[in-house]
């Protein structure tokens, strides 16, 4: 069972709360920073020191800097460059973890909005259960039409394929944690060696939430919808060059999948799995229909049923993922399908990108299996 953060009271046990340290990374986030900064100032939560970590080549900094203004309590650091295979995220990560001074550290992203209790709730959640490590499950805002017609595919598969009512039990070996929101004891972090161990993961946070649990200390995961969003990607563009980052590399990383046949059966698993569930109900649904009108065949009329009642379950499914985790605003629609389409190419060219070398691209750096490759 996930419990929701909102349950826990800002006003309780409020003695000797520790001092945090939020660490915020950038690159390039001056279109987007705005929001995360400002519901960084307006924290209720004392003990606090914020402190980000940039590597942008746009106005990022100014933009922080014009919101910030006088507030001692953040600093802006300059990330180092890259070197021995490190990704840029926990690259920068680890930088502000060496700066902070926190008993309990904060990794958030850019693209994240938070309420003003959130760290006091999250202090306190821990602390009342015990946790070495908490994440939270935002709420995924989707507002243009390519987000609304994709986001929510790769991010409700990943969600199926992760058993997150385990993860909460100290006794399973699942775990899971989403890089928006990591909440680490300071000295948990320490003890399992920050983020060296998996300095060139792509999805980092979950590879963290792993290496936290599988050395006997408590993970957690909550539900905070309610408290905090998340907008990762804003027009097609990004989406595709987000998830390509992310969707394949990721997955073989975590799996630790070396082979290239076993990584060609991935990729055979994926595309079904997204056809037979998104794109061949409807392709099967307007096919079977048409050339019923057509033809007025009894078999291609019950294919017809068939398909229908299979694209309503399949939307059905998804929709209940959605509305549990807080999966944003998808267009359940004959567009829908539009997105499968998408995602099963967005798949492809993460696959392909991956196994051949050449490596997936985001923000100017190119990463392979190994880390960062170029700038």
Same mark, same amino acid.
């Given at each position: 069972?996930?419990?929701?953060?909102?349950?826990?009271?800002?006003?309780?046990?409020?003695?000797?709360?520790?001092?945090?340290?939020?660490?915020?990374?950038?690159?390039?986030?001056?279109?987007?920073?705005?929001?995360?900064?400002?519901?960084?100032?307006?924290?209720?939560?004392?003990?606090?020191?914020?402190?980000?970590?940039?590597?942008?080549?746009?106005?990022?900094?100014?933009?922080?800097?014009?919101?910030?203004?006088?507030?001692?309590?953040?600093?802006?650091? %300059?990330?180092? #460059?890259?070197? !021995?295979?490190?990704? &840029?995220?926990? =690259? *920068?990560?680890?930088?502000?973890?060496?700066?902070?001074?926190?008993?309990?550290?904060?990794?958030?992203?850019?693209?994240?909005?938070?309420?003003?209790?959130?760290?006091?709730?999250?202090?306190?959640?821990?602390?009342?259960?015990?946790?070495?490590?908490?994440?939270?499950?935002?709420?995924?805002?989707c507002k243009t039409f390519w987000?609304?017609?994709?986001?929510?595919?790769?991010?409700?598969?990943?969600?199926?394929?992760?058993?997150?009512?385990?993860?909460?039990?100290?006794?399973?070996?699942?775990?899971?944690?989403?890089?928006?929101f990591m909440f680490i004891k300071?000295?948990?972090?320490?003890?399992?060696?920050?983020?060296?161990?998996?300095?060139?993961?792509?999805?980092?946070?979950?590879?963290?939430? %792993?290496?936290? #649990?599988?050395? !006997?200390?408590?993970? &957690?995961?909550? =539900? *905070?919808?309610?408290?905090?969003?998340?907008?990762?990607?804003?027009?097609?563009?990004?989406?595709?060059?987000?998830?390509?980052?992310?969707?394949?590399?990721?997955?073989?990383?975590?799996?630790?999948?070396?082979?290239?046949?076993?990584?060609?059966?991935?990729?055979?698993?994926?595309?079904?799995?997204?056809?037979?569930?998104?794109?061949?109900?409807?392709?099967?649904?307007?096919?079977?229909?048409?050339?019923?009108?057509?033809?007025?065949?009894?078999?291609?009329?019950?294919?017809?049923?068939?398909?229908?009642?299979?694209?309503?379950?399949?939307?059905?499914?998804?929709?209940?993922?959605?509305?549990?985790?807080?999966?944003?605003?998808?267009?359940?629609?004959?567009?829908?399908?539009?997105?499968?389409?998408?995602?099963?190419?967005?798949?492809?060219?993460?696959?392909?990108?991956?196994?051949?070398?050449?490596?997936?691209?985001?923000?100017?750096?190119?990463?392979?299996?190994?880390?960062?490759?170029?700038?």
């Amino acid at each position: 069972m996930i419990p929701h953060l909102s349950a826990v009271s800002p006003t309780d046990n409020k003695d000797s709360l520790p001092m945090v340290s939020v660490i915020v990374p950038t690159r390039n986030e001056a279109y987007r920073i705005s929001d995360c900064i400002k519901s960084l100032k307006v924290q209720t939560y004392k003990n606090l020191e914020i402190l980000i970590v940039d590597d942008s080549t746009d106005n990022t900094v100014d933009v922080i800097k014009n919101i910030v203004g006088n507030d001692k309590r953040f600093k802006i650091i %300059k990330e180092e #460059k890259l070197t !021995g295979g490190w990704v &840029g995220k926990p =690259h *920068a990560m680890q930088q502000g973890s060496r700066v902070a001074k926190g008993d309990w550290l904060l990794f958030i992203d850019a693209d994240t909005t938070h309420h003003p209790d959130i760290i006091t709730r999250s202090v306190i959640h821990a602390k009342n259960n015990k946790l070495d490590l908490l994440s939270l499950l935002s709420y995924l805002e989707c507002k243009t039409f390519w987000e609304k017609i994709i986001q929510p595919i790769p991010t409700g598969f990943l969600i199926f394929i992760s058993p997150l009512g385990k993860v909460n039990d100290p006794k399973s070996k699942v775990s899971f944690a989403l890089g928006p929101f990591m909440f680490i004891k300071r000295v948990v972090f320490d003890k399992i060696g920050g983020y060296e161990k998996i300095k060139g993961r792509i999805g980092d946070d979950v590879e963290m939430a %792993k290496l936290v #649990k599988e050395s !006997g200390f408590i993970i &957690g995961l909550a =539900h *905070a919808q309610d408290l905090m969003k998340l907008r990762m990607y804003e027009c097609f563009k990004e989406i595709w060059e987000g998830w390509s980052k992310n969707i394949f590399l990721g997955l073989v990383q975590k799996r630790k999948i070396k082979s290239k046949a076993l990584q060609a059966l991935v990729v055979l698993i994926g595309l079904t799995v997204v056809f037979e569930m998104i794109v061949f109900p409807f392709i099967a649904l307007i096919i079977s229909s048409l050339v019923y009108l057509f033809t007025n065949s009894i078999p291609w009329f019950n294919l017809f049923l068939f398909s229908l009642i299979v694209w309503i379950i399949s939307i059905s499914i998804q929709s209940f993922a959605h509305s549990r985790y807080g999966i944003g605003n998808p267009i359940f629609s004959p567009l829908y399908f539009i997105g499968g389409i998408v995602t099963m190419g967005i798949f492809l060219n993460s696959a392909i990108k991956t196994m051949s070398g050449s490596g997936v691209k985001w923000k100017g750096r190119t990463y392979t299996d190994i880390g960062q490759k170029k700038e």
